[in-house]
């Protein structure tokens, strides 16, 4: 039953619980159509590359986590768009990877590609109310506590280098701390800090380069925002920094996270990995051949 | 690498007010003037890449020797990047953009009315003695021009502390609260941008109002500054921004684009009284968004229009505001590609701390603020179906008052008082049928 544990589900449950609230009651411009489409492009994208690469059986938790961020934060001007960022974000897992894992995070990609080759694809960050930005943080918050946090050292250094980014130039610039607190209270960073750069895939693999790591994307993403002024800093930010993602690791190494998935989902000739413990670190997990 | 903000001058109507104190936003208020009471700035914003051009339109029907306005802006302006417009463009811009009754058009419900003040003796001050203190204080005025009926003057300065000193021995009086604003946008590189009119130039034009001022620019900052706007207003204000694009719908990214509720029905009285449905619409929509939201009311492909609260406006119209991307022969024929989205915003510095940030979409899907009046069949009627039409009547007349009621926040039991009272459905009199069978 260890598959219970899997952190991925709470994050299933907590985007798909804010995706049909958004729907539904706020103006998010999301139709259920159109998600429909980018969960199922996403989740038979992962079902062909799978097959290519001989998995047996059909594992659609990654996927399914990866089309849901892709609905909340992805706008496209029609469908053909929506569909061909869904397709390249689960395809960038499969054709980018770097010593057997992906560089980058799928999601990440997948819009940070597509909004520069076309003015047809855009995030909007700005479009969640308040009460599903306070629901959203804590359900969030909730998912450390309960998951014991896979990765929740990279979302704890992104957030607050972030805060004290935001609250630093204010300070400087003498403005009021309610411009911060502002520019903080966004559905786009939350779903940035706790499924994006957390996807323990493509973090370092050690806990000072995820520090690190965190700390670069944040201090990216400001310059991008407050010196360049182009907004979505901190996407352009992370897919600008994955590729030093394997040279961190090279420097600080530490063991490769797997998720804790049944055995018979593993590739063809990998042997798996028996976690050591009923309810481990999951920095820990992998620790094995 | 001065790319900065732009600051638009209804923000600076708070920062800049005349030494005898009788206009500054505060005071027109309390002067319980109607049209002042619903003040509103319009900007038409052109963006497309990092280039801007700002159309900044006011209602200013004082005295013209009182006017006086400073624009922040990002980098230094030349004399050729500022422009007076004609101010009929933005009033036609307006009147296509505006919400509407279908088939009827109403002006827009919100008065537009900038707090725009000045000083009256400013300008008859000679120059030299007045650069010469300035650069004392640590102020440069790094050119002067004359742009139609108005004088310009680009400052930059060192620090907050000598830019308002200046400004106030310049004769502005200055709202407490407006120097950690201005020492913040001066940290961030910005040049200031005085106007005040020129009032030998103005009788020389014989124009008798003020006209929008224009500024082209370069920057990659896609944003409005309201901060100072809000300093010692007193109470909320409005602002319409209209933005013509090349791509797409505009949104803001730091706050909430709201779609107001259109293509409601609602009954027929209120096409006698489009204005305050109007007006009591937002504010009902404001209030349920906390005021917290910006709201969408047009976003149209500037080509057409279905229905047409106006024309949409000539090649040579858009050209005239900015439209840089239409070539030379904007005059003739085609369609030109360019996307008007309209924006409302009402804002204070509670629930709108930062400036307005936006950005540009790929979405070209139409809106409108659109409101329906739907006439009932008044002949006779004498088939079996006019006893369940009558009754769909009744139904529709009760949806109508409560989609009313939900709207603007009207009360529900009144409007079915006016609409028994036959304000409503027109409902087929008593006494046509009476001999008729």
């Known amino acids: ?289 | 690498m001065s790319r900065f903000r732009i600051l638009v001058l209804f923000l600076l109507g708070c920062l800049l007010a005349p030494e005898p104190a009788q206009a500054f936003c505060g005071f027109y208020v309390a002067r319980a003037d109607a049209r002042l009471f619903n003040r509103a700035s319009r900007v038409v914003l052109v963006r497309d890449g990092d280039r801007t051009v700002l159309t900044m339109a006011n209602d200013y029907r004082g005295d013209p020797a009182e006017f006086a306005v400073v624009i922040p802006v990002p980098t230094r302006i030349q004399r050729e990047q500022i422009h007076v417009a004609d101010p009929a463009l933005v009033d036609h811009l307006d009147a296509y953009s505006a919400p509407r009754l279908v088939e009827y058009f109403d002006s827009d419900p919100c008065a537009r009315r900038m707090t725009l003040e000045g000083r009256a003796d400013a300008s008859k001050q000679s120059a030299a003695p007045e650069e010469a203190r300035a650069r004392s204080l640590g102020v440069t005025i790094e050119a002067r021009y004359t742009v139609g009926e108005y004088d310009i003057l680009i400052l930059s300065a060192a620090e907050s502390r000598g830019l308002l000193r200046w400004l106030r021995e310049t004769g502005y009086r200055i709202p407490d609260g407006a120097e950690p604003i201005v020492a913040s946008y001066l940290k961030q590189g910005m040049r200031f941008f005085v106007a005040r009119v020129n009032l030998d130039q103005q009788a020389r034009l014989g124009t008798s109002f003020l006209r929008p001022l224009q500024v082209a620019y370069e920057s990659p900052k896609f944003m409005l500054p309201i901060r100072l706007g809000t300093v010692n207003a007193d109470g909320p204000q409005d602002l319409l921004i209209y933005a013509l694009t090349r791509t797409g719908r505009v949104e803001t990214t730091n706050y909430r684009t709201v779609r107001l509720p259109s293509d409601a029905e609602v009954p027929l009285f209120v096409k006698d009284e489009f204005a305050s449905f109007y007006r009591d619409l937002f504010a009902e929509q404001v209030r349920r968004e906390s005021m917290r939201a910006v709201f969408l009311e047009y976003a149209w492909d500037m080509a057409w229009c279905d229905p047409c609260a106006a024309d949409p406006l000539s090649p040579g119209e858009l050209r005239e505001l900015g439209v840089f991307w239409l070539g030379g022969d904007a005059s003739r024929g085609s369609a030109p590609n360019v996307f008007l989205t309209r924006l409302h915003v009402r804002y204070d510095a509670e629930h709108f701390p930062d400036d307005l940030r936006f950005h540009e979409t790929g979405d070209r899907a139409n809106f409108q603020g659109r409101y329906v009046l739907r006439h009932p069949w008044t002949g006779p009627t004498r088939c079996p179906e006019a006893e369940a039409y009558r009754r769909q009547l009744e139904e529709r007349g009760e949806r109508q008052a409560r989609t009313l009621a939900s709207l603007t926040g009207w009360n529900l039991a009144e409007i079915r008082t006016r609409l028994a009272l036959g304000g409503g459905a027109d409902p087929e009199p008593w006494w046509r049928r009476l001999w008729q069978e």
């Open chain 1, 1 to 289: 039953m260890r598959s219970r544990r899997d952190p991925r589900h709470y994050q299933i449950v907590v985007l798909a619980a804010l995706l049909a609230y958004g729907v539904l009651a706020l103006d998010f411009q999301i139709e259920p159509g159109r998600a429909s489409l980018v969960l199922a492009t996403t989740l038979a994208t992962q079902f062909v590359f799978e097959r290519m690469r001989g998995v047996r059986g059909f594992d659609p938790r990654s996927a399914l986590i990866s089309g849901l961020s892709l609905c909340l934060l992805l706008r496209a001007a029609a469908w053909p768009w929506a569909a061909a960022t869904a397709v390249l974000t689960i395809a960038s897992k499969f054709l980018i990877r770097v010593r057997g894992r992906h560089v980058f995070n799928p999601t990440n990609f997948g819009l940070c590609v597509m909004m520069a080759a076309s003015d047809r694809v855009w995030v909007s960050p700005g479009q969640w109310g308040s009460v599903a930005l306070f629901a959203f943080a804590l359900a969030c918050l909730g998912g450390i506590v309960v998951n014991r946090a896979a990765r929740a050292d990279v979302t704890g250094a992104l957030l607050g280098s972030w805060v004290a980014l935001l609250f630093g130039r204010a300070a400087w610039l003498g403005d009021p701390w309610s411009i911060p607190l502002r520019q903080i209270q966004s559905g786009a960073l939350l779903v940035f800090a706790f499924f994006m750069i957390s996807d323990p895939k493509t973090t370092p693999a050690s806990r000072p380069g995820r520090l690190l790591f965190a700390a670069n994307v944040a201090l990216l993403g400001a310059a991008i925002e407050f010196g360049l002024y182009r907004p979505h800093g901190l996407l352009w930010a992370l897919v600008l920094c994955a590729p030093w993602v394997p040279l961190l690791d090279r420097w600080l190494p530490g063991p490769a996270y797997r998720w804790p998935a049944s055995p018979t989902l593993a590739p063809k000739g990998e042997s798996h990995v028996p976690l050591p413990h009923p309810r481990p670190v999951p920095a820990r997990l992998s620790a094995g051949p």
